[in-house]
Each structure stands twice: as structure tokens, then as C-alpha cells.
């Protein structure tokens, strides 16, 4: 036989051989070809270190396979890891940038309220010393107009016969 068969074959063979072998007549015992039988057990032997040594080497590939792979996990986990860092530290520059506008429109709100304030002082001012002003004029156009209308009174007097004169407007 030629040693390129897998072992299995070879049992496999080995098995025919034993199924086909003779029965011995009366007994439970068979007759077989036993220089078969030797060869094929010659062939297991053979083949048996190149199916130890493939064996090994699918070991040996697993076992990079999975160091491949747990190399790659880690990869992935660190870059998750610094993946997540970045986002908490976009998060807490996000949460700062929030907080700061909203204290900045708290701040021009305030001032905006201040200045409504104080502009509306200084108009009041304004107006009340205006109101004053005007007031002062308006006593200085009573105050001559009663003493137009007392000179008017006292022509009048001193000229009986002459007509009052009618005011503008009347």
C-alpha cells in the first residue's frame, strides 16, 4: 500500500479486511490476510506523525488566529476607549460652552434691564424739568395777560365811549 492515505482510509481498510475476512467453521474466529493487515499497520505508522503534524499546525494557526484576534480586540477597545473620552471631553466643553452663553445672555439681559432703567430716569428728568420750564412760561403768560387785561380795563374806563375791542378767536 502507499503511505499517502489518510488514516482514516487506512482504518477504514483495515475494517474491510476484517469484515470481509473468512470464518473459521464452528467458532466465532475468522481467517485474514495478515501480511495485508501488517502492511496496512505499517502505513498507519507512517502517517500517523503527518496527521500528528497537521494536527499540530491547525493548532498552531488556531492559536494565532486567536491571539490575532484578541490583539485586534484590544485595538478596538482602546480606540472605543479613546473614542469615548473624546466624546465626554466634547461633551464637558459643549456643557461649558452652554453654561458660559447662558450666563453671557443672563449678563446682557441684566444690563439691557439697567439701561431700559436708567433711560427712562433721564427721560422723566428730562420731561419734569421741561414740565417746570413750561409751567414757568405758562404762570409769565398769565401773569401778562392779566396785566394786558388790567391796562385794557383801565383805557376802558377812562374812555366810556368807545367799543370793546373783540378778542382774536371770537
Do not use: C, W
Not at 490583539?71 to 466643553?93: T, W
Not at 412760561?137 to 376802558?156: C, P, Q
Amino acid at each position: 500500500m502507499e503511505n499517502n492515505y489518510a488514516i482514516e482510509d487506512l482504518i477504514d481498510s483495515l475494517e474491510d479486511l476484517i469484515h470481509g475476512a473468512m470464518r473459521v467453521p464452528f467458532g466465532k474466529k475468522s481467517m485474514i490476510d495478515v501480511d495485508k493487515v501488517a502492511e496496512i499497520v505499517s502505513d498507519i505508522r507512517i502517517s500517523l506523525p503527518m496527521e500528528i503534524k497537521q494536527a499540530q499546525n491547525v493548532v498552531k494557526d488556531k492559536n494565532i488566529i486567536i491571539a490575532d484576534a484578541k490583539r485586534e480586540a484590544e485595538l478596538i477597545i482602546r480606540k472605543a476607549e479613546q473614542r469615548r473620552e473624546e466624546l465626554i471631553e466634547s461633551s464637558d466643553i459643549m456643557k461649558e460652552a452652554r453654561r458660559r452663553s447662558t450666563e453671557i445672555i443672563s449678563q446682557a439681559q441684566n444690563r439691557s434691564s439697567d439701561l431700559r432703567v436708567s433711560t427712562n430716569e433721564f427721560a422723566d428728568k428730562m420731561l419734569a424739568r421741561i414740565e417746570n420750564l413750561l409751567a414757568g412760561d405758562i404762570n409769565n403768560i398769565k401773569v401778562l395777560r392779566s396785566s394786558i387785561n388790567g391796562s385794557m380795563n383801565s383805557i376802558r374806563s377812562e374812555q366810556p365811549n368807545i367799543a370793546p375791542l373783540e378778542k382774536p378767536g371770537e
